[in-house]
């Protein structure tokens, strides 16, 4: 099953909301382990990041061809 990127940002959010609130906790082990799931929302949302920013490239990509295109077929 494939999840779009708007999903995938929701689920980090709230993994990252959920990390900083174990975070807060006053038991050692949550508090480590909502460190841990911090970090890793934060990972996340670069993660999040990169990859919107590499769809945007290959979109402007096709975009370029696609003009190349018709400019050579309107010459």
Same mark, same amino acid.
């Given at each position: %099953?494939?999840?779009n990127? &708007?999903?995938f !940002? %929701?689920?980090? %959010?709230? #993994?990252?909301?959920? *990390? $900083?609130v174990? !975070?807060?906790?006053?038991? $050692?082990? $949550?508090?480590?382990? *909502? #460190?841990a799931l /911090? !970090?890793?929302g934060? @990972? #996340?949302f670069?993660?999040?990041g990169?990859e919107?920013? &590499?769809l945007r490239?290959?979109q402007?990509f @096709?975009? &370029?061809? *696609?003009r /190349?295109i018709a400019?050579? #077929?309107d010459a």
């Amino acid at each position: %099953m494939r999840i779009n990127l &708007r999903t995938f !940002g %929701m689920l980090t %959010m709230l #993994l990252t909301a959920v *990390g $900083f609130v174990l !975070g807060l906790s006053t038991i $050692f082990e $949550f508090r480590i382990l *909502g #460190l841990a799931l /911090l !970090g890793l929302g934060i @990972y #996340l949302f670069h993660l999040l990041g990169e990859e919107k920013k &590499r769809l945007r490239k290959r979109q402007d990509f @096709y975009q &370029r061809v *696609g003009r /190349l295109i018709a400019a050579r #077929l309107d010459a």
